[in-house]
């Protein structure tokens, strides 16, 4: 997928808007999709981007989460780790599928279909760079930064 044009997209945020795609072109962005809010790799994730999130902005990349989450749920995980960051609510898997992170996995021996943890980082003509798929969560975020401070 590096190198190809994401198709603009509007998914319901954190902060009582929406977040529409194409007008964030004026800087780099990191869509970071985890499965589920308050869990425990899903909290680390988002606790380390939290962190380094003004290193981000010092590079010109804004960061924004992503999952299947309602709002409320989204509301809740924003305040109680006090992200700097919108979290986007897919509850239609619309951006889910346009980046074709729904997989089968295996969770307590049963299969159930949910989202594979994956980043993407956009360059300002909405252009993936680089992406990451099935990865874990701890130290990935710093991992992000390191690929977002070469562009």
């Known amino acids: 997928m590096p190198n190809q044009a994401v198709t603009d997209f509007t998914l319901a945020a954190t902060g009582g808007a929406n977040f529409t795609l194409y007008p964030i072109r004026t800087k780099s962005l990191v869509i970071f999709f985890y499965p589920k809010d308050n869990t425990p790799g899903c909290t680390t994730e988002v606790q380390q981007f939290r962190d380094l999130y003004s290193e981000f902005q010092k590079a010109d990349c804004e960061v ?11 509301e809740n995980f924003k305040s109680k780790f006090t992200l700097p960051f919108e979290l ?13 992170v729904i997989k089968q996995k295996k969770m307590y021996g049963k299969d159930v279909r ?11 003509k909405g252009n993936i760079r680089k ?5 874990k969560a701890d130290g990935h975020a710093q991992e992000v930064l390191a690929f977002v401070q070469t562009l």
Do not use: A, M, Q
């Not at 992406?131 to 990865?135: F, Q």
């Open 64 to 74: 924004v989460g992503l999952s299947r989450d309602s709002i409320k749920s989204h």
């Open 131 to 135: 992406e990451w798929r099935g990865l």
């Open 88 to 100: 986007l609510s897919d509850t239609e898997e619309t951006v889910c599928n346009l980046f074709g």
């Open 114 to 124: 949910g989202i594979e943890r994956s980043t993407f980082v956009l360059d300002k």
